[in-house]
């Protein structure tokens, strides 16, 4: 759903003449939960689930996909866990 | 009180709203809900009032801007096409304002009155809320579920129904003043007096006002209407319902309740996981859900799960209706 909203945005955007700089995919699971053993069925279905839908979104968007923010193991909040979204976002030092 | 017990303790309830931040998944807890009294054999609809429609996908058919829609026994959905009735209002106003400057003589180009009075953005909101008042005022169903625009689309649409009543007040105040002066100075006051009678801009406020009161009147009525808070047990979307059910109460509507979306099954641990992701998640879902019950004591009618898959088509939809007829408390 959210990327039907994505198109609807950027077609939006561009009837109006604004340039649109990228699209950043947020809530990614890593992928790396797949190959742990440890990781329960239910989740793993979901992240099968989410690839599928990333495919679409490469397909979609293509090169103007500009960055991937994983699903963290916990809500981002407070300057910590911001400074991880930006290294991981901006390949901070 | 569970979301069965509420809706059994109600049995007059035929307006339920949902609300919440955006992508909480006010969409799918409302299609939930639908199913929920269609399958209690209440001939039921579910309408979109965001501008962003996202019925169409929950229920993976197009029903954008087709009118009422079936979609299974008792179960009916429409999505308002906004810009139809946008054009529709630009082309009243625009007569409205024509014979508002031809009977006071203004010598003046309405053109650029037309457009800022309709590119201004509550007249999307207006808008909806006109089609949303329509819908109930046709009185054809049992029970109307509104999945509502995000949190500062609704607040602007309820806000919109008070100033609305206040500009209508000031606004037939003034016409009547103007025509009562014009007939008291007129030679001919038979005619002018018949004229006033008719005249478009009263009538129109007039019809607009008995409209938003008769709306207002239902969506103020603790026996008919609910209003939902929908949250994920994070801590945006908490502080987000949070200031909702303030402004809600505010506008006198009755609040309904909080559904919690998304919540990860407890039951998950009991699979023997070490998986220190799933772990933390678990860990951090405790806290906020903790938070839910501290801030909205007795507030919380269901958790609907996560579920393996996204919610697209009857059948999913169908599930979600189980999960708030069982208010998921054993979830968590």
Known sequence: ?????????????????IPISG?????????????????????????????????KIRELFGDMILGIVPMLDREPRGLEMIGKIASILYGGD | MN????????????????????????????????????????????????????LSSVFKVDIWGKGVQKLADNLYAVEFDISKTVEKYKAEMKEKLLAFIKTADIPVDPGPFLDIATTNPAFEEAAMF????????????????????????????????????????RLIKSREEALSLKAKLSFRKEKVVEEIKRDPVL?????????????????????????FFVTLPLALPIAVIERFITWVKAFDIPVGGVVVNGVLPKTLLKDAVTSSYVINKLREQEGYLRTINEKFP???????????????GL?????VANALADGGFNLV
């Open chain 2, 203 to 227: 009538q129109s406020a007039l019809e607009t006002r008995k409209r938003t009161e008769e709306a207002k009147k239902i969506l103020t009525d603790n026996e008919k209407t609910a209003f």
């Open chain 2, 130 to 169: 006109d089609d949303m008042v329509n819908l109930i005022i046709k009185n054809e169903f049992d029970v109307y579920v509104f999945d509502t625009a995000p949190v500062a689309h609704t607040y602007r649409l309820l806000g919109l129904s008070k100033v609305y009543d206040l500009w209508l007040t």
């Open chain 2, 3 to 54: 979301f069965n017990d509420f809706i059994e303790s109600k049995p007059g309830l035929r307006y339920l709203f949902f609300g919440g931040k955006c992508g909480v998944g006010k969409t799918v807890v409302a299609a939930g809900a639908a199913q929920y009294f269609a399958e209690r054999g209440k001939k039921t609809i579910i309408s979109s009032t965001n501008p962003v429609h996202s």
């Open chain 2, 298 to 312: 007795s507030l919380v009618r269901a958790y609907i799960p996560l579920y393996e898959t996204e919610v697209i």
């Open chain 2, 315 to 319: 059948d999913m939809v169908s599930k």
């Open chain 1, 23 to 55: 699209v950043i995919v947020n809530q990614v699971y890593p992928t790396e939960l797949l190959n742990d053993p440890s990781t329960p069925e239910f989740l793993k279905n979901r992240i099968l689930m989410q690839q599928t839908h990333m495919k």
């Open chain 1, 1 to 17: 759903m959210a990327i039907l909203d994505t198109q609807k945005a950027i077609n939006m955007f561009k009837e109006f003449g």
